[in-house]
């Protein structure tokens, strides 16, 4: 996160830290008692599921303490639409923790899922939301190690779709956030949310995916638009959906 500032412990609840392989990283957001969602293009190689571990109610990076459990994972799955070959698309990946004595996760103060939002929510453009994770601090820099959040503000879509921002690589699958520059997702947070709050409830509204480089002016983060993959989500982790309208 850049232009952000260290945050408090356990005030993300549902932050999840998930480590593949030897050295690879990403941000993940706790969406129920078995399943984490993260970004498709962190499992873009498909590693095994024995090579992956994700880490909940985690504060400084790689560290262990009495707050946080670490978990296997049981499967991944990808939307039926994503492909490697363009992986910035459906990027959304949903993760089944493996059991522990029964039961994934026993909610603490330090861990416990965000609300999915329903798929008919929208925050208008503007709206400052809030991003989270242990990824670089500059474009050219390092990882933090406590974990950082910062305000964004929502991108309207028109402006993010201009040839001078993204242009057609942005889709309506993507939501856009960050004005001008300086606050912004950078390596290392794909995955973790873009959390938006209405009544003091936090909602997962985006997912970390992709941007150019990090922090530079008319160039926003883009994350996945959680809101369209709601029956998707639904359906593979059987919640009842909610009746439609
Ligand atoms: C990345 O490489 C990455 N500024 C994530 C987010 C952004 C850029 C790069 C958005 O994982």
Not at 79 to 107: A, E, M, W, Y
Not at 138 to 159: C, I
Request: contains cysteine.
């Amino acid at each position: 996160i850049m232009g952000g500032t260290s945050s408090l412990e356990g005030s993300h609840p549902w932050m999840a830290a998930i480590y593949i392989g030897q050295s690879d990283f990403c941000g993940g957001t706790l969406i129920s008692s078995c399943w984490v969602v993260s970004a498709a293009h962190c499992f873009f190689s498909n590693p095994l599921k024995s090579q992956i571990r994700v880490v909940l109610g985690q504060h400084s990076f790689n560290t262990t303490s009495p707050n946080t459990r670490t978990f296997g994972v049981e499967d991944y799955i990808f939307p039926r639409h994503f492909s490697v070959f363009n992986p910035t698309l459906h990027d959304i990946v949903l993760i089944k923790l493996k059991k522990q004595d029964g039961r994934c996760v026993k909610k603490t103060p330090f861990i416990r899922p965000i609300c999915l939002p329903d798929k008919s929510m929208t925050f208008p453009d503007y709206y400052c939301c809030t991003i989270s994770g242990w990824g670089h601090t500059q474009e050219k820099g390092m990882g933090y190690s406590t974990l950082q959040e910062a305000g964004v503000r929502l991108t309207p879509h028109d402006n993010c779709k201009k040839p001078e921002v993204y242009g057609n690589h942005v889709t309506s699958d993507m939501i856009c956030a960050g004005i001008n520059g300086c606050v912004d997702a950078c390596q290392g947070d794909s995955g973790g949310p873009l959390a938006c709050g209405r009544n003091d409830v936090s909602f997962l509204y985006g997912i970390v995916s992709w941007g150019e480089g990090c922090g530079r002016s008319n160039k926003p983060g883009v994350y996945t638009k959680v809101v369209n993959y709601i029956d998707w989500i639904d359906s593979v982790i059987k919640r009842k959906p909610k009746p439609s309208p």
